[in-house]
């Protein structure tokens, strides 16, 4: 896109047969996720290293699971990074 310090991630996870109880012969169930991040990084200046993430989820599965087993999620994360050592420095 252009934008430095910009990123964009993205994911598709399907999975089927999946055992839902101890037994041998219990049913089998099928699951889906889909995960969305935007991220953006500051380059420059006072705030350097600052990072943004705003990331989505949303997940569905099978009732043989358990009753509602559908998930959504948005999320907003704020890195803010610390030089620790600098403290230790002379």
């Known amino acids: 896109m252009g934008i430095p310090g910009l990123a964009f991630k993205s994911a598709y996870v399907y999975g089927w047969e999946a055992q839902t109880a101890p037994q041998l012969n219990a049913p089998r169930a099928k699951e889906r996720e889909l ?25 569905r599965a099978d009732n043989k699971f358990q009753a509602n087993s559908d998930n959504k999620e948005v999320r907003l994360y704020v890195d803010y990074p610390l030089d620790i050592m600098a403290m230790f420095r002379k």
């Open 35 to 59: 995960f969305n991040q935007i991220s953006y990084t500051i380059q420059e200046g006072k705030a350097k290293d600052l990072a943004f993430k705003l990331r989505t989820t949303i997940y």
